[in-house]
């Protein structure tokens, strides 16, 4: 199996995972994260581990490998997939997240590949959307550049995977968070400052709207969703959620409570951290996917933000 983006929080997981499984696994990285190997660092000595170089925006090098290796199975989760660092760099994202993958397919149509390939969407598709819960038929309404190239990447995999048949498979994500997150997320700004404000390093935490809506699950789960529908013989696209809405007050207020402390102590609004583009409240029903391969989130909310406050203590 190859792995793109294998040092990245759904990346690891995913390595993890496949390593428990029995695969032989193929890590992609990329010169900006050869000292970022952090989430993979217990999985490196692991003898059916096998870290490759390569860059997405150099499709070639992907191509050679896949040659080389022979996978049966690719997961994709190589990505610009910041919504905020989408608009600086918009070409970029598009490169990445479109086109990219665009080339890898025309490879495996080329070549005749018969191989099983994973690439994750996300909700951000779905963006300023009018319904409550959003399904796979829901109407596809972006409002960032990020949702666009997902919803681009949408229809790419959906060209690919009718007309020429390839084994292409989706996933919709929802927000999804784990103590690999990056820090640039709201969640771990959220549980890395409460923690340094528990051991007296800093003295506020400042966000912007926490009123807002949103559908948070646990990376590891829904990684495996994605292994278990990859073993569907017929591919698709799924929603994968959590079940549940939290709105960022929620979230803070369970972090702070976790540590003993209350939030509202030190908690600070600052309008510049408020989006101008605000999608809906997005909140995903995974229905499909329990009924095609028996996905159930197990992790709540709750017990998200004790693995990773815990985890954040513990470093």
Known sequence: VLVLGCTGQDGSYCA????????????????TATDNTRNIQHIL???????????????????????KIKPTEIYNFA?????????????YSFLVTVISNMKIFEFIKENNLNIKYF???SS???GASNQFKQNENSKLNPTSIYGIAKTTLYHVCNYYRTVHKLKIFNSIYYNHESPRRSKEYVTQ????????????KVKKLELGDINIKIDWGYAKEYVEAAWKMMRLKKPDVFIISSGRLTTVKEFCKMVFEHLNLDYKKYLKINKKFIRKNKTSNLFGDYSKAKKMFNYKPKTNIKKLI????DNEIKQ
Request: net charge positive.
């Open 45 to 67: 000595k692991n003898k059916n581990f096998v870290l490759s170089k390569g860059d997405l925006i150099d499709v070639n090098s992907i191509n050679s490998l896949i040659l």
């Open 124 to 126: 951000n598709i779905f």
């Open 79 to 91: 990505d610009q997939d910041h919504v905020g660092w989408s608009s600086i760099i918009p070409e």
């Open 16 to 31: 993890e995972l496949l390593l428990d499984k029995g695969y032989k696994v193929y890590g992609l990285i990329r010169k």
């Open 306 to 309: 004790k693995i990773m406050v």
């Open 119 to 121: 690439v994750p969407l």
């Open 189 to 200: 700004k959220i549980v890395k400052t409460a923690c340094a404000i528990k051991y007296n």
